[in-house]
Structure formats: structure tokens, C-alpha cells
């Protein structure tokens, strides 16, 4: 019998909360009365069990409960249903650990490129590495693209859409991927540094596999994905169907669910195929504690079977004059993400900007990769 472990924080009475955690376990397997499972094959192999309660503040206690193995039928849509299904509905409950058997984790790919790919598509093998966002939405394909070309012409790795681009009128999704790929291409041609221009993919399952097959022939190699928007299930299987991409794994609608935000972006995220997770940074406008961006990175980072390590990518009201501090803590295996704050400059000074924010990543991770 294989079985893998789930943990959840659960706000409970300590007299309650023994029931509390076998009703979760109950419900996260055969979701009927124990007294209604006559099988014994089911009351053994199939019902899951409490594995610890264990007491993680006043009226706060981390449950472990082994979920198994055969209930997810290797099956991605299912993975979810089981180890966070109906017990997401229940408000005291938060989703906070993953433990994987091999055989199960094996069925998991993973980052098709990871830290290691990302190095190698950028030609930095030591460095921090660097990523804009191109805002606000709202502007034209020509717009977007003259923005491409300046972000390339400062050196800037990889500059991607604003999650808030799409398909929309006045930026159509095939028209601006091939402005700005042209763009970004003239660019790094006149410098020699290579810069990677990642369009976003949004939409049905159908709508992604078309915008996936114009960025591929137009031969962008990153791009940009909200999986929780998108569908955790259609994010894995587009990965399956174009693992050439690297993939940026924007956070959006992540706060909607009670999952932990390292086992979220750190770990989930990783496990259905996202090479770089971009998360909020401590200090920004909607920010997480520090000690918790610390998690994400360790988690995305963090043995894991066979599984690449995720590159990190902090980001949300990340500011130049933070640059050494963000890479004192996270590292060298980092990607910068700034958006809004480079834009605060325009024309010529908004090239002197990014050039500055690559120089002083560039620099700083020197030191900091020593």
C-alpha cells in the first residue's frame, strides 16, 4: 500500500479537534459515515487516516493525514480533488504540506527546464537574473513593442507581458507576439546579450493551445502563465504539449484558495511544470511576511525526487533602492521582477533606468554569489 501525506492547519476547540481531523480525513476519502464502508478492503486500503495532530498555537493544530496513493489514479484533476477537494470549503482549515510516494511522484515531470535551463537559454551561469513587466494594460502593439526594444537594449533577461494582457482590441495576442519578439530579437542582436520577450497565455484550454502554437512559431522560448487562473489541469497538460517553453507562473487568484503560499507556488506550482514562480515579495503593496518568502524560494529550490529545482521570482512593489537587500536574502538562484517602479521614467530615462536595475542586479549578485 502506498499513501501520501497531506497537512492542514485546522482552528479548532482541543476538545474537538481529534473529531475535526478524522471527519477531514473522512471526507477527503470516501466522504460518507465510516459505518456506511461494510468493505473491509475499503475500511483499509481507501479511507483515509490521522496520521499526527500536533499543536501550532492557541486553538491551532497542524493535522497530518495519509490519503491513499490509488485514490489519484494518476490522475492531475484528481490529485487536487483528493488532497484539497471538499475540506477547501470548510473556512478553519488551510491546506499547508504535500509528501508524495515516488511512484506517484514520478508521474510528475516537473520543470521541464528549471534553474539549470533557465541559465543556459540566458548564458548567465552565476548571476541573479533580471524580468520587467511591461504596464499598464491598455497600451498599443506598437507601444508594447518600442517598450520590448528598450527593456532589451538595457539588458534586462527576460520581459514579459503584464498578466493583465491578454487578447484584447487593442492589443491583439498574435500581433503583439510577433511586434515584440521582433523587437526584443533587433535588440539583443545590437548589443549581443540575450533577452527573451515572454507573451502571457490566457484562456480556455483550446484558446491556450492556439496561442502556444503562434508564440512557438514565432520562436519565443518563455512564457508567461497563471496556472490557478488557467486551470491547474490544463496548466500541466499545456506544459506535456509545449515543453520547449519556459514558464513564468504568475500568482493570480492564488489568494482564493486556503493554501499555503510556499506549498502553493513553492510546490504545487513545481510539481505541474513551472520552471519559475513568481510570488510577492515582503515589503511590496499586497506582500507576504518574510519568513514566508523565504519558504517559497526554499521549496521551489528543495530536493524533490527527480524533480528540477524552480526558480524563484520574487516580485509586487519591488523598488531599485531594495535591490542588495532582496539579493542578500534570496540568493544568486534568483530572478528580480520589478514593474511599476521602472516605469516612473519614460524615453531615454526609462532605458537609463533598466540599465541601472541590470547593472546593480549584476553587480550586487557578484558579491553575493562569491
Excluded at 497565455?201 to 496561442?211: D, K, Q, V
Excluded at 521549496?299 to 539579493?327: H, K, S, T, Y
Excluded at 524615453?347 to 546593480?360: H, I
Amino acid at each position: 500500500m502506498a499513501w501520501l501525506t497531506t497537512s492542514y492547519l485546522i482552528d479548532s476547540e482541543p476538545e474537538r479537534i481529534e473529531a475535526r481531523a478524522e471527519a477531514l480525513a473522512i471526507e477527503q476519502s470516501v466522504e460518507c459515515p465510516l459505518e456506511a464502508v461494510r468493505d473491509a478492503r475499503i475500511r483499509d486500503e481507501i479511507v483515509a487516516r490521522v496520521a499526527a495532530i500536533e499543536p501550532a498555537g492557541e486553538n491551532r493544530y497542524r493535522v497530518d493525514v495519509k490519503i491513499a496513493a490509488e485514490t489519484v489514479g494518476g490522475d492531475v484533476a484528481q490529485l487536487i480533488n483528493m488532497i484539497f477537494g471538499n475540506c477547501s470549503l470548510w473556512e478553519n482549515v488551510q491546506f499547508t504540506g504535500l509528501e508524495l510516494p515516488a511512484a506517484l511522484l514520478a508521474r510528475f515531470p516537473g520543470p521541464r527546464h528549471g534553474i539549470a535551463g533557465i541559465r543556459a537559454l540566458l548564458g548567465a551561469a552565476r548571476r541573479p537574473l533580471t524580468a520587467v513587466a511591461m504596464k499598464p494594460q491598455g497600451m498599443r502593439v506598437a507601444e508594447l513593442a518600442a517598450m520590448c526594444r528598450t527593456f532589451a537594449l538595457a539588458g534586462i533577461d527576460v520581459i514579459k507581458d503584464d498578466h493583465g494582457i491578454a487578447n484584447q482590441a487593442y492589443s491583439p495576442f498574435a500581433e503583439r507576439v510577433r511586434a515584440c519578439q521582433s523587437a526584443v530579437a533587433e535588440a539583443a542582436a545590437a548589443t549581443g546579450k540575450r533577452s527573451f520577450y515572454a507573451p502571457h497565455l490566457i484562456g480556455t484550454p483550446r484558446a491556450l493551445r492556439e496561442r502556444a502554437r503562434i508564440a512557438r512559431d514565432e520562436g519565443v522560448r518563455v512564457v508567461l502563465v497563471a496556472p490557478m487562473v488557467v486551470g491547474l489541469p490544463a496548466f500541466f497538460d499545456l506544459v506535456e504539449e509545449f515543453p520547449e517553453f519556459v514558464y513564468l507562473g504568475h500568482p493570480s487568484f492564488g489568494g482564493a484558495a486556503r493554501i499555503a503560499p510556499p506549498l502553493l507556488f513553492g510546490r504545487l506550482y513545481r510539481l505541474f511544470g513551472v520552471d519559475a514562480p513568481i510570488f510577492v515579495n515582503y515589503g511590496g503593496r499586497f506582500a507576504y511576511p518574510q519568513p514566508e518568502c523565504g519558504a517559497i524560494a526554499a521549496e521551489a529550490r528543495a530536493p524533490w525526487g527527480d524533480l528540477r529545482p524552480a526558480l524563484p521570482v520574487p516580485a509586487g512593489g519591488m523598488r531599485l533602492d531594495r535591490v542588495e537587500e532582496l539579493l542578500d536574502f534570496y540568493g544568486p538562484d534568483t530572478m528580480l521582477l520589478i514593474g511599476g517602479n521602472l516605469l516612473l521614467a519614460e524615453g531615454e530615462a526609462l532605458l537609463e533606468r533598466a540599465r541601472e536595475f541590470a547593472g546593480k542586479v549584476a553587480v550586487t549578485g557578484a558579491s553575493v554569489g562569491a
